[in-house]
């Protein structure tokens, strides 16, 4: 059973703090990692994308992937209250072109004004 | 550039009854594939389709099917709906089939399915 965990949370900061959402998977050939936010009643939306060992940042964002430990991160820098929401972590099954995500059940980001 | 398009957006069915979601992928795109959402399930993978052709399926029974049309369009079906089938049903698209380097999948806005 190829599994992605994360901390269910809630994780709450307070605004201007870093967030540091984590995430671990059990396939150890998964070679592509995503990091998804989810507003309440919103479909997810894509805000970060992996593919090798290190960090890749993009604005606020930072991802972070190590896939000796098999354990991929985000930190978001200067939150806001706006980055409350639920973070999903997605992983890519190996298999070729076919593919699917499978997704950890995310971690719920509150930030505090 | 139309996002991914699901309908109906709502709905409530009594058990034993079948549903039939549609997805309309966005505009070039090819591939579609199917999430069930639950609070304490999460998001899992039902199937995915590519150019007609369902490519890759998850843990859900037969109850759960889909197809796609030539025109990339999608809908799934769920037959003899359950209690448990209740969920937000998340169709998402993407230009290839595969999650290569700069390929992004983009999910709609979903079907809030109630099961009564």
């Known amino acids: 059973q190829k599994e992605v965990e994360q901390n269910s949370g809630p994780l709450s900061v307070p605004e201007g703090a870093i967030a540091s959402l984590n995430c671990t998977y059990s396939?150890?050939?998964?070679?592509?990692f995503f990091w998804y936010r989810q507003y309440s009643g919103k479909s997810p939306e894509l805000i970060m994308s992996?593919?090798?060992?290190g960090d890749k940042e993009d604005g606020r964002f930072t991802a972070q992937l190590n896939k000796a430990s098999q354990y991929v991160s985000l930190l978001i820098r200067d939150s806001q209250p706006s980055d409350s929401a639920t973070y999903l972590c997605?992983?890519?099954?190996?298999?070729?072109?076919?593919?699917?995500?499978?997704f950890g059940k995310g971690t719920l980001l509150t930030v505090n004004p | 550039k139309a996002g991914v398009t699901q309908t109906p957006r709502y709905l409530i069915k009594t058990r034993g009854q079948q549903v039939t979601l549609s997805c309309s992928p966005i505009s070039g795109h090819r591939s579609v594939s199917w999430y069930q959402q639950t609070p304490g399930q999460g998001l899992q993978f039902l199937f995915e389709y590519f150019s007609e052709t369902q490519r890759n399926k998850g843990n859900f029974p037969g109850r759960f099917s889909g197809r796609q049309f030539s025109n990339s369009r999608s809908e799934m079906n769920v037959s003899t709906l359950e209690l448990g089938d209740s969920a937000l049903y998340l169709c998402?698209?993407?230009?290839?089939?595969?999650?290569?380097?700069?390929?992004?999948?983009?999910f709609g806005e979903g079907s809030w399915l109630t099961v009564v």
């Open positions: 998402a698209s993407s230009f290839f089939g595969s999650l290569s380097s700069g390929n992004t999948i983009y």
């Open positions: 992996i593919y090798s060992n």
């Open positions: 997605a992983v890519k099954s190996s298999g070729g072109s076919n593919y699917k995500l499978t």
């Open positions: 396939d150890r050939v998964s070679q592509s």
